[in-house]
């Protein structure tokens, strides 16, 4: 064993290194724990989009959760892109029987170009996965899929996350980006949980590229909730975080 804690990531790849199963892994190293990976599926992309993707082996998918969860102590879990209702309903299982710690849930639940990975009667596949984690970060497509209604405004967001929430007994962070108006120089983020509803408001960026930022904030949220032991002080650094790299790399793009 390293003398590092242990993040496990379950997501598929991505051969451009801007998303999925390698964004996780470099932004867990850079806050300083020792990835691991359960790879889901193959994609073939590139910054402007995903052309295609290819599940993996139930088997195979199974034998790398099994064997990274009985070889090392993992600390968190952070689940992405699972490609099928399958994956979804394998990996709600192997949860239930060898975890029991965080899980961070970014709902990846289709590829921004193509046919969505879920049909409308696996939904209710996913919920039972959102049951066994401790926080979902749906933008506002992924949050009106989960809770079958309509987000075109903050306060319809809110209902539906907190119908989600006692459903589902998830805490839920609703990322902003997808609300913002074009003249808006804020976005406005919530954290909703059984006990409170709060604000994250910060500065609007207009970002050329911009691959990947639910991989890293998901992942970053990971790390930060075994860092800081704190669910408000977790989703403030992370947030924080994705706003500061994606700064920094569109400086040098």
Known sequence: ?????????????????????????????????????????????????????????????????IKNITSFPVSVIKIGALCSGEITELITNLLEEYYSGIVVIDPVLAPTKGKAFFDEKEIDIYKNLIKKATILTPNKRELEVLASGKADSYPQALTLAHALLNETNCNIYIKGGHFSSPDSQEINEYLVTQDNQ???????????????TGCYFASALACYLILYNNLVKACQKATEDVSSFYSELNKIR
């Open 198 to 212: 709060l604000l994250f408001t910060k500065t609007k960026q207009i970002f050329t590229y911009s691959h990947g």
């Open 1 to 65: 064993m390293i003398n590092k804690k242990y993040f496990m990531t379950i997501a598929a790849s991505d051969n451009s290194g801007g998303a999925g199963i390698q964004q996780d892994l470099k932004v867990a190293d850079k806050l300083g724990f020792w990835g691991l990976s359960v790879l889901t599926a193959i994609t073939v992309q590139d910054f402007s989009g995903l052309d295609s993707i290819y599940p993996l082996p139930l088997n195979l998918i199974k034998d790398q959760f």
